[in-house]
T-cell receptor, first 118, second 112 residues
Framework: DAMVIQNPRYQVTQFGKPVTLSCSQT?????MYWYQQKSSQAPKLLFH???????NEADTPDNFQSRRPNTSFCFLDIRSPGLGDAAMYLC?????????????????FGPGTRLTVT | GDSVTQMEGPVTLSEEAFLTINCTYT??????LFWYVQYPGEGLQLLLK?????DKGSNKGFEATYRKETTSFHLEKGSVQVSDSAVYFC???????????FGKGTLLTVNP
């Protein structure tokens, strides 16, 4: 089945040690997103890629970076994780058909990676 | 800025009970509104959506109506099943923005 895959499902890292979370998709969608969901809070968009164009949300900390080497893969890099970065990280994809009116296609989510910072 | 407020959980119901999960929003312009569901161990899945006032989204027995006058998009189901146990998220997307703005989620548990 076509899907959004996130690896690993659980990640433990040390305070200040760089960590990378992975997302891959078999849907061939041109838009990919990273959301952060802290405990008992709403998922919050960090950034998204429209094809190769990176779009950062204004309040996303500089500590968070992303790479999209090709259509299928997208990575979330946390350069120096702090205790406050412990969260569930959700990857999503959508297909934007272009034209007026903005994005109309639904977002498909992966199962998430739960990050623990010790 | 845009925001979504949904009722605090958890909600616990018996099978075949009526479900309402309240959702209200604040947004500029005319947002599209969504309900997503997250089953245990899985990603968020789109349950239903509405893109303009008075639209009714429906899927799997769930319904929600876009009420512009009350800025609400309440989720309802007439008879819940054990398999409906999940976390439900209300969300909006404003205009041409790619971002989904989510509520905090409501955990629903349905007991046999």
């Amino acid at each position: 089945d076509a899907m959004v895959i996130q690896n690993p499902r659980y990640q433990v890292t040390q305070f200040g040690k760089p960590v990378t979370l992975s997302c891959s998709q078999t849907l061939n969608h041109n838009v990919m997103y990273w959301y952060q969901q802290k405990s008992s809070q709403a998922p919050k968009l960090l950034f998204h890629y429209y094809d190769k164009d990176f779009n950062n949300e204004a309040d996303t900390p500089d500590n968070f970076q992303s790479r999209r080497p090709n259509t299928s893969f997208c990575f979330l890099d946390i350069r120096s994780p702090g205790l406050g970065d412990a969260a569930m990280y959700l990857c999503a994809t959508s297909r934007d058909l272009g034209g007026s009116g903005g994005p109309r296609e639904k977002q498909y989510f992966g199962p998430g990676t739960r990050l623990t910072v010790t | 800025g845009d925001s979504v407020t949904q009722m605090e959980g958890p909600v616990t119901l018996s099978e075949e009970a009526f479900l309402t999960i309240n959702c209200t929003y604040t947004a500029t312009g005319y947002p599209s509104l969504f309900w997503y569901v997250q089953y245990p161990g899985e990603g968020l899945q789109l349950l239903l959506k509405a893109t303009k006032a008075d639209d009714k989204g429906s899927n799997k027995g769930f319904e929600a109506t876009y009420r512009k006058e009350t800025t609400s998009f309440h989720l309802e189901k007439g008879s819940v099943q054990v398999s409906d146990s999940a976390v439900y998220f209300c969300a909006l997307r404003a205009g041409s923005n790619y971002k989904l703005t989510f509520g905090k989620g409501t955990l629903l548990t349905v007991n046999p």
